[in-house]
């Protein structure tokens, strides 16, 4: 099986017009689009199709459909979306999110999904953190499957081509500096065997960097891949110290700490207490915004009893539809100030509304909590907390065709940066990945029309790549060299310690000079076992694509002097609007190959989108 | 309410018939799992290797395969993706039962005896605990996907939530797979399989009732499909992790479909007498193992390579398993692929 370096024309090649990587919804949306244009597509995942991180979506998708509130358009999501991203969003990209985003969820409809629906028989939305109408159209809470199952069946009836469990390792550029990306190599995990894909676009669609973290709602697929394939061949990476904690996850038993409880569990009416029963969401709402929420308890109940009813109410949404950057500080500082639940979480009970509702609106919350934590969610409360769960940061885009800083390369969905700002709201992402799923895809496949040529793929390049890919393997051969898992254990304990939800500089420098030791070890890393689907072999590829993304979120992090959204600065308390507002961090690999840190200024607000805003800019 | 020190989940007190309930009185935390997992791949012996696991509250088989590669066999192939029972990825045979590793609670054994992990046996074996499922993919792409009507703008089409909850049930299907590993016509037939299974009935069902889909896949059902092949044992029903009730909700009403229009006399009899002749057979199922996804080659999957053919464990599983749980109950299945499944009539 292993390669004689120089044996390049021994390697499987396929080469396309449009290369995806990446099978989630902005990989299938991106590669159904491009296909549609007439391009020849190929779609490669780390998994099998249909498992990639999409499918663990739940609470819904955002898109102002005003089916159940007619006063919702897409100026109002836009506005909640840029509320919400604390006016660190690219205008653009949210403008043509809030634009698009009911015509994609209706052609899902169109392909198949069978969402929830209304009591006219339309698709039914409900409400969640930071968007001032009911907005998510949904599928009880499992509503990434459905999402992920009805494009993929798409992409499979349109006969995209699909290369399932391929790892892709290098991007392969035409050469020399500001060159651009002519393909990719990989590797196939069931066998082990390299493969070459020569492609005249390369759309990334990888997600995002939860694996980073020891505590994460994402799966081992979630290694930044996309964000370190852009950033070596020298594309901007922007806002990566923007880290989503999503405020709920599982905290107990062990094994599932981490594991998301969906959001739609507060959408449905999930009271939020601390162990001395003390509802204390009240005191952590942001004076500014406080009007919007209910005042009392009796206010929350009737918004929860009409929500649940399919009612308008005049009842204001009860306090636990905060923002999620919000509700994570909340319960990080209740659990830090000793008034947590046993578990070192908080306790979110929603079994006070009728037990029939709870199992129908959240049934896999009701499988997972019986099956995983011997807890009812009918009778009584689940403990939770925070769990790192999205990146805001990614790629730069274009916004209206997803391409990224270096020509031939693109990016959506959560490895793209640009659209979410500072804090995305919950629900946005899917929809996020269907508008710009669509518009990368065309993009790219543009891009693709315009050259003519497949483009020459240096030899030397996919050398070094095959080279690179055996080295572990030889390593472990020869019987020594440090255990990627360890590496990995290592790098999530420092992130997880020192660049988790609250961050000051001297644990940020920490950080950085512990992330150096770590990156230092990892070419010595050495793998036991053959090529044959072997996940430590994998994972060296993942660990070094996390040394990247972890430098890029703590370095953006130390030179970001504010607080703003997701990142909380303790020595930096407040939001500093005139030093840091309108400006994204960036990050890119600088001629040297050391990370260059930089910022860059918004792209500028049409006035017409700013009126938009009202008082909030 | 959480107690921290609860001992053990309510059912692992219940002593299975012939078994006691020897795991109540450990406490958590200090006991260890003995886990016995086929190691392996196509060519060369297999073998099982032995790992004691230290046992943490709550920890689920997937979480003891992890322990195991981060600790003693980082090369130990699994997959698995969202440790949520989301996904689907994490189907093997535990104590020879198809089961998602990441929803089994080691509690829900006894810890005194070896767990036997294993690959599902009805897909070749890539290795460890890892198949190659390409076939399932493959009688996918041969269902005619969903058929709106082309009449009605889209602005028009309205159901009623009653309408679409059994269509909802069949789409919280994760193709796990569970089910077409345990159905028997699938384990009878190893290469060229009549019967495209009970997931891919699930999903049949799921586009033949949708309130507006307008194609036809009665035909298909009945020929390529071989829904004629299930004799309704129900093995499928019992393995899902998704609780869909897949004989009784989408298999029985589909071979009623069928029935009604292919063996119905009158329906017949009409047909002979406006003389429309039966459509010839266009699509067919793919062989395995040579069906992977047009794509998708591998290198390591020649056509001549040998169906899974799994050892049996050096010593046999007790014929009735020590487990302290209720749901020991289940049928058992021959542990031969070609056995005859139990009907529950």
């Known amino acids: 099986m292993t390669l004689a370096p120089e044996a390049l024309d021994q390697i499987e090649t396929h080469p396309v017009d449009v290369l995806v990587i990446g099978a989630g919804g902005a990989g299938l949306r991106a590669a159904i689009e491009a296909k549609a244009a007439g391009a020849k597509v190929g779609l490669v995942c780390k998994s099998l199709l249909g498992k990639a991180h999409t499918v663990m979506a739940e609470g819904g998708v955002a898109a102002a459909l005003a089916h159940v509130d007619p006063d919702d358009t897409w100026q109002t999501h836009f506005r909640d979306t840029m509320v919400g991203g604390k006016l660190l969003n690219n205008p653009r990209m949210a403008e043509l999110h809030a634009q698009e985003s009911p015509d994609r969820v209706r052609e899902l409809e169109a392909w198949g999904a069978v969402f929830d629906r209304t009591r006219d028989g339309r698709i039914l939305q409900r409400p969640f953190g930071g968007h001032s109408h009911p907005r998510l159209a949904h599928v009880g809470d499992r509503t990434g499957l459905e999402m992920i199952r009805t494009l993929q069946d798409r992409a499979v009836a349109m006969d ?57 709602s994402n799966s081992w697929e979630y290694s930044g891949d996309g964000h370190a394939l852009a950033y070596s061949v020298g594309a901007d990476l922007i806002d990566m110290e923007f880290v989503q904690f999503h405020p709920t996850g599982m905290v107990w038993p062990p094994g599932v700490r981490g594991l998301l409880v969906t959001e739609a569990v507060r959408g449905e009416g999930g009271i939020l207490r601390n162990r001395d029963g003390k509802r204390f969401m009240w005191d952590y709402l942001p004076e500014d915004r406080r009007g919007e929420y209910a005042a009392t308890d009796e206010e929350a109940v009737k918004w929860v009893t009409a929500q649940s009813e399919g009612r308008l109410t005049d009842a204001r949404r009860p306090p636990e539809l905060s923002t999620r950057d919000n509700v994570s500080r909340a319960i990080y500082t209740e659990v830090r100030e000793g008034r947590g639940s046993p578990h070192g979480g908080v306790f979110l ?35 939770v907390g925070p769990t790192t769960h999205y990146v805001m940061g990614g790629v730069r885009v274009d916004a209206e065709t997803g391409a990224s800083t270096v020509d031939g390369l693109f990016a959506a969905g959560e490895v793209a940066g640009g659209m979410h700002g500072a804090n995305r709201l919950g629900g946005n992402s899917l929809s996020d990945l269907l508008v ?25 390049q996919v050398r070094d790549a095959a080279r690179e890919l055996a080295a572990p393997l030889e390593q472990g051969s020869a019987g020594d060299g440090e255990d990627p898992y360890a590496i990995q254990r290592d790098l999530q304990d420092v992130m997880q310690r020192l660049v988790g939800i609250f961050r000051v500089e001297r644990d940020l420098q920490e950080a950085t000079a512990e992330l150096g030791r770590l990156k230092a070890r990892w070419p010595g890393v050495a793998v036991r076992g053959g090529r044959v689907f072997n996940p430590g072999w994998n994972l060296v590829f993942e660990l070094r694509n996390l040394l990247v993304v972890s430098e890029a979120i703590t370095r953006s992090a130390l030179q970001r002097t504010e607080s703003r959204g997701a990142h909380s600065r303790i020595d ?38 700013r009126l938009l805003l009202g008082t909030a800019h | 309410m959480i107690e921290t020190n609860a001992p053990v989940e309510p059912r692992a007190l219940v002593a299975a018939p012939g078994g006691e309930a020897t795991a109540a009185g450990e406490t958590p935390g200090t006991s260890i799992a003995h886990l016995r997992i086929f190691r392996g791949e196509p060519g060369i012996p297999s073998r099982y290797d032995a790992f004691d696991v230290p046992v943490e509250e709550g920890m689920v088989v997937l979480d003891a395969l992890h322990w195991v590669q981060g600790n ?4 130990l192939a699994v997959r698995w993706n969202c440790k949520a029972a989301k996904c689907g990825s994490c189907s093997a045979e535990v104590n020879g039962r198809p089961r998602l590793t990441c929803k089994t609670r080691l509690t829900d054994f006894d810890l005194a005896e ?46 009623q939530q009653e309408d679409i909850e059994r269509v909802q049930e069949f789409r919280k299907c994760i193709e796990c797979f569970l089910c077409q590993d345990v159905c028997h016509v699938l384990r009878n037939h190893e290469t060229e399989r009549p019967f495209m299974g009970p997931r891919f009935l699930v999903r049949t069902a799921g586009l033949e009732m949708h309130p507006i889909d307008q194609a036809d896949r009665r035909r298909y059902l009945k020929d390529a499909g071989g829904v004629g092949y299930c004799n309704i044992t129900k093995c499928c029903t019992e393995v899902c992790p998704e609780h869909i009730k897949i004989t009784d909700n989408a298999i029985i009403p589909l071979k009623e479909r069928v029935a009604d229009e292919f063996y119905d006399p009158i329906q017949w009899a009409w047909r002979k007498l406006r003389g429309q002749p039966d459509a010839p057979v266009r699509t067919e199922l793919p062989v395995l193992p040579a069906g992977p996804m047009a794509a998708a080659p591998r290198a390591s999957a020649p056509e001549s390579a040998p169906p899974t053919t799994l050892p049996e464990p050096e010593a046999t599983l007790p014929t009735t398993p020590k487990r302290a749980s209720t749901r020991a109950k289940r049928p058992r299945r021959r542990s031969d692929a070609g056995g005859k499944t139990p009907s529950e009539g």
């Open chain 2, 72 to 75: 003693r066999a980082p090369d």
């Open chain 1, 436 to 460: 710009f799923g669509m518009r990368t895809g065309a993009g790219a496949a543009a891009f693709a029309a315009r050259r003519t040529e497949q483009a020459y793929v240096d030899p030397v």
């Open chain 1, 349 to 383: 009970d929603i079994s006070y509304l009728p037990a029939e509702h709870v199992r129908r609106k959240l049934p896999s919350m009701y499988e997972q909590f019986k099956e995983l934590a011997d807890v009812d969610i009918t009778t009584g409360p689940m403990e």
């Open chain 1, 160 to 216: 995209v081509d699909v290369f399932m469990e391929c790892t892709i390792t290098r991007l392969i550029t035409s050469g020399g500096g500001g060159a651009g990306v002519v393909g990719a190599f990989g590797y196939w995990r069931t066998t082990g065997a390299p493969v070459l894909f020569p492609a005249k676009a390369v759309v990334l669609a990888t997600g995002g960097i939860g694996k980073a973290y020891t505590v994460t």
């Open chain 2, 114 to 159: 070896p767990i036997t992990v294993e690959p599902m046996r009805a897909f070749p074996l890539i290795r460890d605990l890892v198949t190659d499922v390409s076939w399932n993919y493959a009688v996918n792409r041969s269902i005619e996907p969903f058929t709106p009507p082309m009449d009605v703008p889209q602005a028009d089409w309205r159901w």
């Open chain 1, 572 to 609: 930096h308390p407040e939001t500093d609007q005139a030093g840091w507002g309108g400006r994204n961090s960036v990050v890119r690999r600088g001629a040297d190959g050391t990370m260059e840190v930089t910022t860059t200024g918004l792209p500028k607000m049409p006035d017409a989108l």
